[in-house]
């Protein structure tokens, strides 16, 4: 008796193994008219294998490429495709480098330290205000969503002269920022919609399974 474990590995698990056979016979074929026409027949069994499959992208090329290793690259025949280098199967993929940006505040995140300093190169002018008085509003935001009690104006322009590298200064008294409240309300509002919905959504799935739950009794009452 021979076990699974003393046969020869699979070079594709997920094809089976006697289409996995199939593809080493077609090496066996002398003439490559033969050859090809063996190679396509097995295709498209391997397609019709995972017929969710053929909307993916390259779905045709990645069948020639398992047929391809199941033949342990001897199929001598004109592939439709650049097929997998057989030195290229066990090679370690390229390492990915780590992003070693060091963010500061992590509560305002990279973008909006990015469109900080995008702000201070522009020309002063009335592009530059409104897009400083965005910023500050937005850190206002950020600040509220991560620590949701309240925020001096003071500690955001700090915050943002700092991020800015003392480029952007802003005062109270010719500044004035939207209030915690309002944010904070503007917060709540937007997560009780979206409680709202879900239990919306709750509901007229309840309905449907009474009303089924019902007419599944009126037709039982009926036998």
Same mark, same amino acid.
């Given at each position: 008796?021979?076990?699974?474990?003393?046969?020869?590995?699979?070079?594709?698990?997920?094809?089976?193994?006697?289409? %996995?056979?199939?593809?080493?016979?077609?090496?066996?074929?002398?003439?490559?008219?033969?050859?090809?026409?063996?190679?396509? %027949?097995?295709?498209?069994?391997?397609?019709?294998?995972?017929?969710?499959?053929?909307?993916?992208?390259?779905?045709?090329?990645?069948?020639?490429?398992?047929?391809?290793?199941?033949?342990?690259?001897?199929?001598?025949?004109?592939?439709?495709?650049?097929?997998?280098?057989?030195?290229?199967?066990?090679?370690?993929?390229?390492?990915?480098?780590?992003?070693?940006?060091?963010?500061?505040?992590?509560?305002?995140?990279? %973008?909006?330290?990015?469109?900080?300093?995008?702000?201070?190169?522009?020309?002063?002018?009335?592009?530059?205000?409104?897009?400083?008085?965005?910023?500050?509003?937005?850190?206002?935001?950020?600040?509220? %969503?991560?620590?949701?009690?309240?925020?001096?104006?003071?500690?955001?322009?700090?915050?943002?002269?700092?991020? !800015?590298?003392?480029?952007?200064?802003?005062?109270?008294?010719?500044?004035?920022?939207?209030? !915690?409240?309002?944010?904070?309300?503007?917060?709540?509002?937007?997560?009780?919609?979206?409680?709202?919905?879900?239990?919306?959504?709750?509901?007229?799935?309840?309905?449907?399974?009474?009303?089924?739950?019902?007419?599944?009794?009126?037709?039982?009452?009926?036998?």
């Amino acid at each position: 008796m021979q076990y699974n474990t003393q046969q020869k590995k699979n070079a594709a698990p997920r094809i089976r193994s006697q289409h %996995t056979e199939h593809g080493r016979l077609c090496v066996d074929h002398s003439g490559p008219c033969q050859r090809k026409r063996c190679a396509n %027949t097995i295709i498209n069994i391997m397609g019709n294998m995972f017929p969710h499959l053929r909307d993916v992208n390259d779905f045709k090329h990645i069948l020639w490429d398992h047929l391809a290793i199941m033949a342990d690259f001897k199929l001598d025949i004109d592939y439709p495709y650049e097929i997998i280098k057989k030195e290229n199967l066990y090679s370690r993929p390229p390492r990915i480098p780590y992003n070693n940006n060091r963010i500061r505040y992590r509560h305002y995140g990279k %973008t909006l330290e990015l469109m900080i300093r995008k702000a201070t190169e522009l020309q002063p002018g009335m592009e530059k205000d409104q897009l400083v008085r965005l910023l500050a509003n937005q850190m206002k935001k950020s600040f509220l %969503t991560w620590n949701k009690e309240s925020v001096d104006d003071r500690k955001i322009f700090k915050d943002l002269d700092e991020l !800015s590298s003392g480029k952007i200064v802003l005062s109270e008294e010719e500044h004035k920022l939207a209030e !915690s409240r309002d944010i904070l309300a503007r917060n709540n509002s937007g997560g009780n919609k979206r409680n709202l919905r879900v239990k919306a959504d709750e509901l007229v799935r309840y309905r449907r399974w009474l009303s089924l739950v019902r007419r599944d009794r009126s037709a039982r009452r009926q036998e």
